[in-house]
């Protein structure tokens, strides 16, 4: 039998739902689900909502049109769409990926300026240090940490 729920998925779902959960999402038999949204998508092969962690009991035969899913607006800030930081081990997933590429989701940086800056005077240093213990001439040391950083990364930054 062909489930034929026709209500629109609105904000009270969300009604005595707890405060962490932010998303819900109907299957394709009318299942209505709840959780936090991770990077939800439906999946036609197994049929279910993946990409949540699941909160609390589904509601079966819930009414509302299948395949549809909503987000929980908690506050007026929250209708500013802003981007989900993803992680570089993120974008093994597939659909993270083509986020991705389509600008629908950002890269977390993996250090910030000052821990390049930091990381970078320490390469200084152990190339000073590296070439003075095989070579024992403080003037050919010298040139070795004053030698182009790589990609210019501090001429190129804006200041």
């Known amino acids: 039998m062909k489930y034929l729920g026709q209500n629109e998925l609105g904000q009270e779902v969300f009604h005595n ?29 197994s049929e279910v909502w993946r990409g949540y962690e699941k909160i609390g009991e589904s509601v079966e035969n ?7 899913q909503v987000m929980r607006i908690n506050q007026p800030q929250d209708l500013v769409e802003t981007k989900q930081s993803i992680t570089l081990e993120d974008l093994k ?47 050919i040391s010298s040139l070795a940490s004053n030698a182009p950083e790589p990609w210019g990364w501090r001429k190129s930054k804006k200041q």
């Open 17 to 45: 739902q707890p405060p962490e959960v932010d998303w819900a999402g109907v299957d394709y038999d009318g299942e209505l689900n709840f959780g936090i949204a991770i990077n939800p998508r439906y999946t036609w092969a």
């Open 62 to 68: 819930s009414g509302y049109k299948a395949l549809t």
């Open 93 to 139: 997933d597939f659909d993270v990926w083509k986020s991705w590429k389509h600008d629908e989701v950002t890269l977390e940086p993996l250090y910030t300026e000052k821990e390049v800056d930091r990381i970078l005077d320490t390469q200084r240093g152990n190339s000073f240090v590296a070439v003075l213990d095989k070579t024992n001439d403080t003037k």
